[in-house]
């Protein structure tokens, strides 16, 4: 028996030396090549670090497309794959409690970067629905490329000045194709995602729901939407493309009122997933909703 446990333990011990001596060497198991690997919260990080890093770096994300992302819950397998990665970047506390609670056990080999923690708070933590924000994020996303990825530093300045430029433009076509508008009443059916965007744009918005999708949502605060369609004749409600339409076409039948999509950009459609859709043409899908909606004249 002394002889049996012996042999176990010489077999442990040699398994951890050969271990120890090859593990520097070992390939991410998350990667098929030898680059670096940052995982994202969801796709706001996600896209825009895919846009600066191109093939440099492998970007994952936890949220699979379609997900939930305030009251997301990573499968134990996540915790595995932040220990695998150079990084793990997510938005803030405020908008992922459970990003927030994962960084606290991702280990020392892994980087935590909350791209958003010191932004000031608005009341609504989806700050990248300013684009000046969301170059603010990108412009941490370089910085940390640059360590994580310094070889491809000069690759990696290039994107993101093309991004910042491309940030820039979409920020001006809000302000000059938002300024004159017959309507600036948003009713969004749909959780609180787009009070940043409302207020950079001087637009009035109305949600349904909090910040969070679970965020309360009550029969009583429906019928105040459905009489403040009424009364001030709005002509256009917004939902959110991966919401269930149900409820913002049973306030169309009652009000009258034409829906179009708006899109947080946190969660993602498994097509648009598919296509690589980008922040900036996300956006730009939003400011042609609110034009329509709200009768712009360009
Ligand atoms: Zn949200």
């Known amino acids: 028996m002394r002889k049996h446990l012996f042999s176990i333990l010489f077999l442990v011990a040699a398994g951890a030396i050969w271990w120890a001596s090859i593990?520097?060497?070992?390939?991410?198991?998350?990667?098929?090549?030898?680059?670096?690997?940052?995982?994202t919260s969801g796709?706001?990080?996600?896209?825009?670090?895919?846009?600066?890093a191109g093939d440099s770096v492998n970007v994952l994300m936890?949220?699979?497309?379609?997900?939930?992302?305030?009251?997301?819950?990573?499968?134990?397998?996540?915790?595995?794959?932040?220990?695998?990665?150079?990084?793990?970047?997510?938005?803030?506390?405020?908008?992922?409690?459970?990003?927030?609670?994962?960084?606290?056990?991702?280990?020392?080999?892994?980087?935590?970067?909350?791209?958003?923690?010191?932004?000031?708070?608005?009341?609504?933590?989806?700050?990248?629905?300013?684009?000046?924000?969301?170059?603010?994020?990108?412009?941490?996303?370089?910085e940390l490329l640059a360590d994580i990825a310094p070889q491809h530093r000069s690759v990696t300045d290039k994107n993101y000045s093309k991004l910042a430029d491309e940030l820039d433009q979409l920020d001006k076509d809000f302000q000059t194709q938002l300024a004159n508008c017959q309507s600036r009443e948003v009713v969004h059916i749909g959780h609180l995602a787009f009070g940043n965007l409302a207020q950079k744009y001087n637009l009035q918005l109305t949600a349904l729901?909090?910040?969070?999708?679970?965020?309360e949502h009550s029969a009583k605060k429906l019928a105040a939407l459905v009489k403040q369609i009424k009364q001030n004749n709005i002509h256009t409600?917004?939902?959110?493309?991966t919401l269930s339409p149900?409820?913002?076409?049973?306030?169309?039948?009652?009000?009258?009122?034409?829906?179009?999509?708006?899109?947080?950009?946190?969660?993602?459609?498994?097509?648009?997933?598919?296509?690589?859709?980008?922040?900036?043409?996300?956006?730009?899908?939003?400011?042609?909703?609110l034009k329509r909606g709200l009768q712009c004249q360009a």
């Open 23 to 39: 593990s520097s060497t070992v390939r991410n198991p998350y990667a098929d090549n030898d680059n670096p690997v940052i995982v």
């Open 43 to 52: 796709y706001v990080p996600y896209t825009l670090l895919k846009e600066l």
């Open 62 to 142: 936890l949220l699979p497309p379609g997900a939930e992302p305030h009251a997301f819950e990573p499968t134990p397998g996540a915790l595995v794959m932040l220990q695998h990665a150079d990084a793990f970047v997510y938005v803030s506390d405020e908008l992922e409690p459970w990003a927030a609670d994962l960084a606290k056990s991702v280990g020392q080999k892994t980087r935590v970067l909350a791209l958003a923690q010191s932004f000031p708070k608005t009341g609504d933590p989806h700050v990248w629905m300013d684009p000046q924000q969301a170059e603010l994020m990108a412009y941490e996303l370089s």
């Open 209 to 215: 729901a909090g910040t969070s999708h679970n965020g």
């Open 237 to 241: 409600i917004f939902t959110e493309d």
């Open 246 to 289: 149900r409820l913002a076409q049973a306030v169309a039948q009652e009000t009258g009122a034409q829906i179009l999509p708006l899109y947080p950009i946190e969660h993602i459609s498994k097509d648009d997933f598919n296509n690589n859709v980008t922040y900036a043409e996300l956006m730009r899908r939003n400011l042609e909703s």
